[in-house]
């Protein structure tokens, strides 16, 4: 399962983003796996997104894409986790997306995160400290 | 969440796996989300991908945007200068 971040979520979105092309090829790459995004992401995604006509995009995407939500169920336990791995790193200032992507990396060993961020890389580990599998290659 | 509630029937056999299931305070709804999406992406894997680009391209079609629509005048791929938007949007909401 690909969990994808919002930066390629909302480059998919606006063909005027530069890295639109990319993201495309990356979709294309990624096209046989199944999707999943975080209330998160999408949050992010719609500040990005301001108007109709992207949040219609984005919305259709969703669904054509079967993009499915994560995590599943809404359980108190996933808020304390984002908290603890939010508290892990006070230099960096990752956000709130930040953290549930990288809980739920933790969560299911078979998931692969599709970001263009590249603390993903270098910095941030999964809350038991190894390290985030990515779907993409940097870019 | 917009959810729909699923009857399934189980034989004996079953019906004891259940049970021993929800005493060790496993939750039987999540049991059932996790086989179908496990059934639905080796479906996926089974056939053929879907064509993403026709997708994409359809939907661009579909919900074009405006022609005066201004470009973002911020860098979303610069995380600081993201955040720094953001930031720029709340405000004025809170003061």
Not at chain 1, 30 to 35: D, S, V
Not at chain 1, 55 to 70: S, Y
Not at chain 1, 96 to 111: F, I
Request: glycine residues 2%; proline residues 6%.
């Amino acid at each position: 399962m690909i969990l994808i971040d919002t930066t390629p979520l909302v480059a998919l979105c606006d063909a005027r983003d530069s890295k639109h092309r990319t993201a495309l090829k990356h979709l294309e790459s990624l096209a046989a796996e199944q999707f999943a995004a975080c209330e998160a992401v999408l949050t992010e995604a719609c500040f990005h997104l301001p108007h109709r006509s992207q949040r219609h995009r984005l919305r259709a995407l969703l669904h054509e894409l079967g993009i499915q939500a994560l995590p599943l169920t809404h359980e108190g336990a996933f808020w304390w986790e984002v908290f603890d791995w939010l508290a892990q790193y006070p230099d960096h200032e990752p956000d709130w997306a930040d953290a549930c992507l990288a809980v739920l990396s933790g969560r299911d060993k078979e998931l692969k995160v599709w970001t263009y961020d590249r603390e993903f890389r270098t910095t941030w580990r999964r809350p038991n400290g190894t390290v985030i599998p990515m779907a993409v290659e940097s870019t | 969440m917009n959810s729909r509630l699923v009857n399934v029937r189980l034989d004996a056999e079953r019906l004891r796996k259940a049970q021993t299931l929800r005493d060790r305070g496993v939750a039987l709804s999540d049991v059932l989300r996790e086989a179908i999406d496990e059934r639905f992406a080796a479906l996926r894997r089974s056939g053929s991908p879907p064509d993403v680009r026709t997708i994409v391209r359809r939907v661009f079609e579909q919900y074009p945007d405006p022609p005066d629509l201004p470009l973002r005048d911020y860098a979303l791929h610069d995380r600081r200068a993201a955040r720094r938007a953001i930031r720029r949007k709340l405000r004025p909401a809170r003061a």
